[in-house]
């Protein structure tokens, strides 16, 4: 027997988990984790759903609230997907707005249920997209647009689980999750990445210093960071990157924990603030380090035109010296101690901290506020995240990320991720539920392609141009227009 049909045929017998005939997926997965009876009662009066659902400890029975939701999950998402196409087919460009005339290498901005979209859209994006960000709602008691921005831990874990499942599906082998939270969930959500992207390809959670001004009010601590949770589909051994590192003085080349060993530096190489002449062998050094010289050495014009033997506990090998040398790394023995260092011209790539603030060019969400409503004449989105912010984890990744991939943004908000996307030269998809997404996500693209300078404008040098196409997702399809349905089977046929 197939135990989904049975479980939809007893389900039917308690109304309260449909609506016109439609399973209420929601309700059902809050009546789990609140253990309600009338669900348990439907499902332990049946032995079939009894044994999948409940383990016997001795003489009491657990339900087993996981295995409950790993089971309605994948029928959900099937569920989710009958039915749906898209419509109101816009496409934005320098030109103005028409009805595209066809769909190729696009970005995408779609209005819908978070959750409906992504199932809609996972067929044709299926391990596709090399980066998600999301910023979704965090549970902390403030309304946020349309966004209920409070739920009992239970409720909003199983709200973002089931949009998370498709997003781990829909990224590339390769591919990177940035996730935004604050303290209120912090914990627990990674419990659930953890657990859908497994502990080992957890990267790092970054802190990211939000404000400069937190709020006087709180009692017990003032709160400046928010975090970014970041995992790997699978983890390896790309290295990320942090901010370029500058040489601002010059590094000493002896180390007391080295061996002695010796080292030639060329003749016409090495600067010097030594007084032109002759300069003999003998010992010379520091109160801390002892070096020889081993041969005669000449300095003329602050260049010793001789080579120059020196033994001591350095740090660098003779081939590494000669590389460094070779790569352009500067050189000097300034003083009579014959003690060397080095200057860099550039230095290579380090990872990232794991700590983020103005230091890296990342705004805080006041600075990005006032350009948003620089942007549009009024105040239009509460505490949006910067375009800084997510210019700085796209290129963190970008030896991972380049600009033929996607990236993915299924809590759109404002469309920070979008712009900065767009700006930076990288495909995207932006997905919102909210009826706002025309008059602020579509609108901010808008001024984007004509050129806006706010956000990491001036920083990338951003003059304008590009594209995007707008639509919505269809819950009616027979009332679609022929139009509507040909763009739709275009969109699906060229992305597969």
Known sequence: MNTHKHFIK????????????????????????????????VLINDSILK????????????????????????????????????????????????????LKDENYIIKGDNYDVLCAIKPIFIEKIKCIYIDPPYNTGNESFSYA?????????LQIEKCLRIAHELLTPDGVLFVSCDDNEFAYLKVLLDKIFKRENFIEHFS???????????????????????????????KYKGVPKASGTSNGLMNQTNAVKTLVFPKNKIDTGLADGIYTIGTYGTKKYTINLLEDTE????????????????????????????????????????SPSYEKTEYEMEAPLNYIDSKMGVDTTENAGRELTQL?????????????????????????????DYILDFYLGSGTTAAAAHKLGYRYIGIEHADYITEIPVKRLEKVIKGEQTGISKTYDWKGGGSFVYTELSYSPEKNTFKDEILSDTFFILNE
């Not at 007893?10 to 988990?17: A, D, M, Q, S, V």
């Not at 016109?20 to 809050?30: I, K, R, Y």
Request: proline fraction near 3%.
């Open 10 to 41: 007893k389900l039917k017998e308690n109304t309260i988990f449909f609506k016109n005939d439609v399973l209420q997926f929601d309700a059902l997965g809050q009546a789990a984790q609140n253990l309600d009876p009338k669900l348990l009662v």
């Open 51 to 102: 044994k999948q659902f409940f383990t016997k400890v001795g003489d009491v029975l657990v339900f087993d609230k996981i295995q409950f939701q790993d089971f309605i999950l994948p029928f959900e998402q099937s569920e989710s997907k009958k039915n749906y196409c898209f419509k109101n087919w816009k496409k934005y460009s320098e030109k103005g707005v028409a009805i595209p005339s066809e």
């Open 149 to 157: 921005d409070k739920y009992n831990s239970n409720t909003w874990l």
């Open 208 to 238: 990211w210093k939000k404000t400069d001004t937190p709020s006087n009010l709180p009692k017990k601590s003032k709160k400046v960071l928010e975090y970014i949770l970041c995992y790997e589909k699978n983890r390896d051994s790309v």
């Open 299 to 338: 300095v003329k014009n602050g260049l010793f035109v001789k080579s120059v033997f020196l033994e001591g506990k350095f740090k660098w090998s003779q081939k590494n010296l000669d590389k460094e040398l070779k790569k352009g790394t500067k050189v000097s023995i300034r003083s009579i101690a014959f």
């Open 376 to 404: 549009f004449g009024k105040e239009v989105f509460t505490y949006p995240k910067s375009e800084s912010l997510m210019a700085y984890l796209f290129n963190m990744i970008s030896n991972k990320l380049s600009k033929d």
